[in-house]
Structure formats: structure tokens, C-alpha cells
Nanobody, 121 residues
Framework: EVQLVESGGGLVQPGGSLRLSCVTS????????MTWVRQAPGAGFEWLAV????????KYGSSLKGRFTVSRDNSKNTLYLQMDNLEPGDTAMYYC??????????????WGRGTQVTVSS
């Protein structure tokens, strides 16, 4: 069974940082492109980043302004999203996904249940 479990969300003040993790199981993680997406309250999904299977190919959504960094550790079957200089507008549920191929926007076939990030003073 394919599983993706996000963690690392929480409440953080503006300007702070968080590191999200997505631990996966049930498939060969090193063979798949992975992606992060978020959904703010009352809004649609926003694609954040996609990273190819080896980690050498990365694309980011244009709204991130260089504040987020996606990475992966294939030895740990884990995807990461480092988020710096967080803003209230980053408040959202964050999801990781497994993508069928490396393109933009990504086309995930499996999703995690998400982790909530709230940026507030």
C-alpha cells in the first residue's frame, strides 16, 4: 500500500522557519518524482515544488520568491520542504504527492493527508 505521511507543520511567527517532512512507504521512492502543494482556506491548490527521482531536477512555483527549498533523501524514503521567512499568506494545509512524471504542473497519483502550517503573531 502506498503511503505518504507529512509532518512538521505547526504555528510559527512571521519571519520564522519550518521544515516539513513526507515519509513514504509502499513504493520505490527513488524511482518517483515528488511534489509539494498547499491549499489555503477557501482557496484552490497551489503547486509549490517538484523534484525528480534523483533530486537533480527541481522546479518551484513562481509565488515562492526563493523562500522554500525542496529536497529528498532517497536512503530514508523521505521528501522535505524547508520554508524560511514565512508570511501569514503561507498559512495553509501542505500536502506531498507522488508524481507520475517530472513536469509542471505535476500530476500526482498519490497524496498524503497533509500537515497544517499557520503563520501568525
Amino acid at each position: 500500500e502506498v503511503q505518504l505521511v507529512e509532518s512538521g507543520g505547526g504555528l510559527v511567527q512571521p519571519g520564522g522557519s519550518l521544515r516539513l517532512s513526507c515519509v513514504t512507504s509502499g513504493f520505490v521512492f527513488s524511482s518517483y518524482t515528488m511534489t509539494w502543494v498547499r491549499q489555503a482556506p477557501g482557496a484552490g491548490f497551489e503547486w509549490l515544488a517538484v523534484i525528480n527521482s534523483a533530486g537533480g531536477g527541481i522546479k518551484y512555483g513562481s509565488s515562492l520568491k526563493g523562500r522554500f527549498t525542496v529536497s529528498r533523501d532517497n536512503s530514508k524514503n523521505t521528501l522535505y520542504l524547508q520554508m524560511d521567512n514565512l508570511e501569514p499568506g503561507d498559512t495553509a494545509m501542505y500536502y506531498c504527492g507522488r508524481a507520475a512524471r517530472y513536469d509542471w504542473p505535476p500530476s500526482p497519483d498519490y497524496w498524503g493527508r497533509g500537515t497544517q502550517v499557520t503563520v501568525s503573531s
